[in-house]
């Protein structure tokens, strides 16, 4: 029975780099729909569920992708919904890459630091990807500071981690004035900066204040650096003392776990790769490397 | 040569069933479109017709899909209508599942009773699958009731049926009265019910006032049932007296009509697989099992 | 590592046509978009680009399609702007198949004709086909006048295909009133007719006229014949001495350049396969055969 994916993407248009990935991890058929929205998803389940019955579900899976995280959050949501009993599929969610990117980041974090008891900082905590690296490093016993232009959104992030993981160790911090940026800088040795493009958290001057840094990774793939003084090809790279991660050195990482989450899809009709699942599977890769 | 099954879907977004269906028939590229409408269908048929020429039009087919019947049957018309001569390539219509699940009741009804002169109450019978089982039945000789609730409509569905089939025994019947009701049942051996979800034609009590009833086959796959004592799951189970069957029950004949379907499309380039073609091949799946 | 053609199509449903000789040309996967344009093609290209690294990028290859030529031109003109250095991949142009209908007529021509020096008339040579026939005449070193209802848009388009071809000879010349004709008929010994369907360019008896005349293609498929005593399935005929062809008699080697066309796009990362590029791939194949 032919591995088949659905790939429901919530733009206009199903994404290329989703499709390409597909096919390289040895999916057999691609659906490829755009425009999927939660109010007219369930027939496009519903051919899912009720098509292969018993051990074949296993050979149909779901992806969930598209630009804007949010909307691809309360897809997966209504398709979970849509399931019943053991009449499921298998599903992914990696709206605008964010989970595996995440995954990548933090796992090479790993390489370097013991993650549990790490004091981390990341910027743009809020945002979809910043979030998910948050809940990844805290699920691993880090204390993560939460950083955004505003304590207001830094803090209702923290809650949201918090609400599901009791023992997670969160700080929101306000990272945009002088003051802000210094206090949330002290003594962390890990940074992450998973902000929008075009914005730099803070200058190579600023990061070199921080004595206690020793692994800094920007996943901006546009200049200007989102923490200036690392480069976008950076892997591994020391750099004054500080191992240094560009967006393009984690790319390599973050194609890895993507691929495995997908045939990991394919290995039973229950899987559900959200953020903890697919911090799993990073994991795994990393160990096994 | 690679099989192609061009599925041209008037929903916007193509059937994800009928996809898996035609993957597991074997078709080796299935090309999707939704939102297909008649008057934009010309340049579609016509790459299917001037791509592949002479023996090898037969690897090329059309699938007609969707969930308003109405809608690929206007469809069918202008497909049919595009090809000329010798350059054509075979076409199956099954928008709603109307002709497999048509063509899956009735042989089903067929493994219990001799269908030639059967007298037959359809309710639902103006609709999609319930005016399809109608024509199957009656060209096997049955003489058929077809049950709405308004008489007229059930008069227009007996008068196009018997438009293409002379030697059809058609009669219209008002059900949604009791009198209606007692008069369409009176004396039959076979009740089909193959309404919108959510309608109760008969309960469980006034069914078993109908003595002369041998087989009740229910095509509702969402509760409440359209035939009070008969269940979504049954299959050929006997319940006081009655062969019942349910949706699910109905629904693996139906996949391997559709499938069967789906292969003979490609055993020649001039096939038209729409109501007594399918019916046919439901038959030969019948009498091979 | 499987051979992936991305189809972006202009138009709102990608071309059946252009999909059935991707397959028929040996692409494994093809991920086809409609309604694609220039303002949003960039993330489509960015996914290409980013997902297989060095060598794997000749794996991937994008095609251009759709009935409006000039939608085509500006999505090309994107795409190529938004690689950079070595991260592309090939792509080929070919909306309204007119670099391949205009590559297969002027290597049909130059079987019977040495296309340096000859005359050459084409009718509706402003058109998107008739302009690439006269480019790639031109660049044969024949002599080419192009024919236009309009004097004027004649001339632009002799203007513009000289702007990339110095050597190039090119005339323009007003198509529409009997004086008009004469003219531009009079000394030609090729005439190829590429305009709208439904225009008849010149009569049987007009053609009779031009004593010079050795080869006529009519690009037309559709009756009127756009060159009196031309027939649509011509292949090679001779009638009155004047070598024929109609559009069915160039169908069998426009698909021939066609499928070549794909199948060298995954030879290297960066082909271009525009005008010229495609006329030396027909050049090649008449060469050969």
Redesign the interface.
């Known amino acids: ?2 591995k ?1 994916l ?1 790939q429901l993407d919530t ?3 199903p ?7 597909a ?2 991890a040895g999916v057999d ?5 755009g ?2 929205a939660a109010e ?1 998803v369930e ?6 569920m ?3 019955g018993g051990e074949g579900l296993k050979n ?1 899976a779901v992806f969930i992708g598209g ?1 804007v995280v949010a909307d691809g959050e309360a897809l997966l949501e209504k398709v979970n919904r849509t399931f019943f009993g053991p009449v499921r599929v298998s599903v992914m969610m990696d709206s605008n890459g964010s989970n595996t990117t995440a995954a990548a980041a933090v796992t090479l974090a790993a390489r370097h630091l013991k993650l549990s008891g790490t004091e981390a900082l990341i910027f743009g905590g809020t945002g979809p990807v910043g979030q998910r690296a948050a809940q990844m490093l805290a699920a691993q016993g880090a204390r993560v500071r939460i950083g955004s232009r505003s304590l207001e959104r830094a803090r209702q992030t923290c809650e949201s981690i918090a609400s599901s993981d009791d023992d997670a160790q969160l700080a929101p911090f306000e990272t945009s004035t002088q003051a802000g940026l210094s206090a949330a800088g002290e003594g962390v040795s890990l940074l992450i900066a998973a902000g929008a493009a075009g914005v730099e958290f803070l200058s190579q001057q600023q990061r070199n204040t921080i004595s206690t840094l020793k692994v800094a990774i920007d996943l901006n793939a546009v200049p200007p650096a989102g923490l200036g003084g690392t480069y976008v090809t950076d892997k591994a790279v020391n750099r004054d003392g500080v191992i240094c991660y560009g967006a393009i050195g984690v ?1 390599g990482t973050k ?1 890895k776990v993507h691929k495995a989450a997908i045939k990991a899809l394919f290995e039973a009709n229950d899987r559900l790769l959200d953020t903890d699942a697919i911090y799993q599977i990073a994991e795994r890769i990393a160990s096994s490397s």
């Open positions: 029975m032919r088949i659905i733009d206009a248009q994404s290329v780099f989703d499709r390409v990935v096919v390289d058929e691609l659906f490829s729909y425009n999927v007219t027939p496009l389940v519903h051919g899912a009720f098509t292969r149909t630009s790319g194609m």
